[in-house]
T-cell receptor, first 115, second 111 residues
Framework: NAGVTQTPKFRILKIGQSMTLQCTQD?????MYWYRQDPGMGLKLIYY???????DKGEVPNGYNVSRSTTEDFPLRLELAAPSQTSVYFC??????????????FGPGTRLTVL | SQELEQSPQSLIVQEGKNLTINCTSS?????LYWYKQKYGEGLIFLMM?????EEKSHEKITAKLDEKKQQSSLHITASQPSHAGIYLC???????????FGSGTQLTVLP
């Protein structure tokens, strides 16, 4: 299993540009998450999904959109990029179907700079 | 909303020394996770605690959740340079059991 994969690893955007961060997991997990990590800070939740077709906002959703058309993929869309969106973005997934406490598996992250 | 405070924010120790990192929650903890992060990389799962008084160990790392379930500690025995990195605690909350994270502890181990 590849686990959680993210593309691209690095990206530089100009203010006002848009882009999509890709996230794919091959563990058949129903729960998926997007977090951002600013320098010297912990991770903050942007959006999450409990299954295909179901998404919801997290703590810091402004400026982002998501979709979940399949179990495997959970892309994050940035519209009109702003310098405040410079951050490292992590996608994660977990098995929510089996109940109990299960770890979240994290991707390697996408480092985004908006200039 | 739940807030997690980690202390210390950074720690520099000599190889072979023991150290402890603390994670204090503003609310009762239901599912406390410890992750390790190296610069430029993703998060590596270390341990998860859910019961008050629970203690888990893996190699030289031990994590505990206090009886009142509002604080967890991570203890490293005989630290090595391979232990260096950022340690993050995360607490489950919400219907999707998403994680709220502390701000992290940067650990440097000097050879």
């Amino acid at each position: 299993n590849a686990g959680v994969t993210q593309t691209p690893k690095f990206r530089i955007l100009k203010i006002g540009q848009s882009m999509t961060l890709q996230c794919t997991q091959d563990m058949n997990h129903n729960y998926m998450y997007w977090y951002r990590q600013d320098p010297g800070m912990g991770l903050k939740l942007i959006y999450y999904s409990v299954g295909a077709g179901i998404t919801d906002k997290g703590e810091v959703p402004n400026g982002y959109n998501v979709s979940r058309s399949t179990t495997e993929d959970f892309p994050l869309r940035l519209e009109l990029a702003a310098p405040s969106q410079t951050s490292v973005y992590f996608c994660a997934s977990r098995d929510g179907a089996s109940g109990g406490y299960n770890e979240q598996f994290f991707g390697p992250g996408t480092r985004l700079t908006v200039l | 909303s739940q807030e997690l405070e980690q202390s210390p924010q950074s720690l520099i120790v000599q190889e072979g020394k023991n150290l402890t990192i603390n994670c204090t929650s503003s609310k009762t903890l239901y599912g406390l996770y410890w992750y390790k992060q190296k610069y430029g990389e993703g998060l590596i799962f270390l341990m998860m605690l859910q019961k008050g008084g629970e203690e888990k160990s893996h190699e030289k790392i031990t994590a505990k959740l206090d009886e009142k379930k509002q604080q967890s500690s991570l203890h490293i025995t005989a630290s090595q340079p391979s232990h260096a990195g950022i340690y993050l605690c995360g607490a489950e909350s919400g219907s999707a059991r998403q994680l709220t994270f502390g701000s992290g502890t940067q650990l440097t181990v000097l050879p």
